[in-house]
């Protein structure tokens, strides 16, 4: 199993993933520019199984149409997609387990928050969990919005149950490139946190297209915000210092809604 990362260069900075399998099949992951997916297969001479989308949104599904009439592939996606998602075939479930060789797997997670109709992948390696393809639930550095068909609770309590618990050595591949800027959002509310200044210095010398830089769950429990409920400064910051982890959450995903 190798995943092939194929940063987009559009406006909404989005990343479309290729996940090589056995026998030179693969799974591409919320396709942007069907062309641009054309040209890394035939690089890697791979034949394209099926898609997955992680959500309807159209930035996620644009690819859809003109790869399904060109490869007649198969289109996964959450059952709440049906009649949102081009040429969906298969509806994925919760907790479903697709096998994809070499002892690894992918493990659907439904994730609502941002949409209703939102799916994260686990990959699992002999049953140890590697990597999370966590679409526009989780970004580096920060999460979701809830503003097209989200709940900002119900984004909570996802995060919560599903992303605060994953071991520390899982490796994040999101839907978007938003590291820079979450990153600055944290040190707007937390300006001493080393990890999150560091990590920014970095950041700007990357080109995304070139070496994106990935963050594992462990790096995301220093400085994503999201996962800081409990930081004194941030809840200073935000004027709760007596707060529970929600009304944290939910202050600081409507403060980054305007930030």
């Known amino acids: 199993m190798k ?41 890697f001479n791979l034949r394209l199984k099926a898609i997955i989308n992680t959500h309807e949104h159209f930035d996620h599904t644009q690819g859809n149409q003109a790869l399904f009439n060109r490869h ?34 992918i493990k659907v997670l439904d994730t609502p928050g941002h949409t209703f109709a939102h799916l994260c992948f686990l990959i699992l390696e002999n049953e140890v969990p590697r990597y999370v393809f966590t679409g526009d639930t989780l970004f580096n550095a920060g999460v979701g919005n809830c503003h097209n068909g989200g709940d900002p609770q119900v984004m909570y309590q996802t995060i919560k149950d599903q992303f605060h618990t994953l071991p520390d050595s899982v490796c994040i591949y999101p839907g978007h490139d938003y590291l820079e800027n979450n990153l600055e959002f944290t040190l707007s509310l937390e300006p001493d946190n080393q ?48 707060a529970e982890e929600k009304e944290v959450f939910l202050a600081l995903r409507e403060k980054r809604n305007s930030w």
Request: hydrophobic share 35%.
């Open 3 to 43: 995943v092939h990362v194929v940063y987009t260069k559009n406006q909404l900075r989005n990343f479309t993933y290729i996940i090589e399998m056995q026998s030179s099949e693969c799974l591409v992951l919320d396709p942007w520019d069907d062309s641009q997916v054309d040209q890394e297969l035939d690089k």
């Open 72 to 105: 007649n592939c198969e289109v996964w996606a959450h059952n709440n997609g049906e009649g949102k998602i081009p040429c969906l075939s298969r509806t994925l479930s919760k907790d479903e387990i697709i096998p994809l060789g070499n002892g690894f797997v």
């Open 195 to 242: 990890s999150a200044k560091e990590w920014l210095a970095e950041v700007k010398k990357v080109d995304p297209s070139i070496n994106p830089l990935l963050t594992s769950i462990g790096d995301e429990r220093e400085f994503n915000t999201f996962f800081r409920l409990n930081n004194h400064m941030i809840k200073e910051s935000l004027s709760l210092e007596s």
